[in-house]
């Protein structure tokens, strides 16, 4: 059980009630709902990574994954696994993703952006070697918004791992 209590989205008034009823009706958005200043923001930014991005959907999600393996977040996990296969990844990588990063089954750009990934979350700035193997190869608009992703992720495992939130009952865990 979450250590706050769930907000009823149905009593949440004015845009960003709309914005919130607007989302999956995710325990995610019934939490942001007690930060009315940060939710719209918050929510915008998590849509701008999901649609928006130059940095292709595949690697998007191996890095959710990735991040959410490291800090130990099981809802975005299990948020993921089915966008992650609607991305196109197997099943077979995306628990390689969360277990095996080193799998021969990825390419060298994936091997390198979770290598990234790892450097990233573990140590903040990835080694000289760590970055050059993925800025090699992807864009800048890329490489910020890889990095962006990360973050992102990495603030909503805090969140949701310290605020103890309940796995959403539409979603099926794997």
Same mark, same amino acid.
Do not use: W
């Given at each position: ?67 959410? +393996? ?8 299990? +948020? ?93 865990? +794997?």
């Amino acid at each position: 059980m979450a250590r706050i209590p769930f907000v009823d989205l149905a009593e949440v008034s004015g845009p960003l009630g709309e914005t919130l009823r607007a989302r999956p009706p995710a325990n995610l958005y019934r939490i942001l709902a007690h930060a009315p200043t940060l939710a719209p923001g918050f929510v915008q930014f998590g849509l701008g990574v999901l649609k928006d991005m130059e940095l292709p959907a595949p690697l998007r999600e191996l890095v959710v994954l990735r991040v959410a +393996h490291l800090s130990g977040a099981t809802y975005e996990i299990d +948020h993921h696994r089915p966008m992650a296969l609607a991305a196109g990844l197997t099943a077979q990588k995306i628990d390689a993703a969360l277990d095996q990063p080193a799998s021969p089954q990825f390419s060298e750009l994936e091997a390198a952006v979770l290598r990234f990934v790892d450097e990233a979350v573990h140590k903040v700035k990835a080694s000289d070697e760590a970055y050059e193997a993925v800025a090699s190869r992807l864009s800048h608009r890329c490489m910020v918004e890889l990095l962006m992703t990360i973050g992102l992720y990495m603030g909503l495992a805090r969140l949701l791992e310290n605020l103890e939130v309940d796995p959403d009952h539409f979603v099926r865990p +794997h």
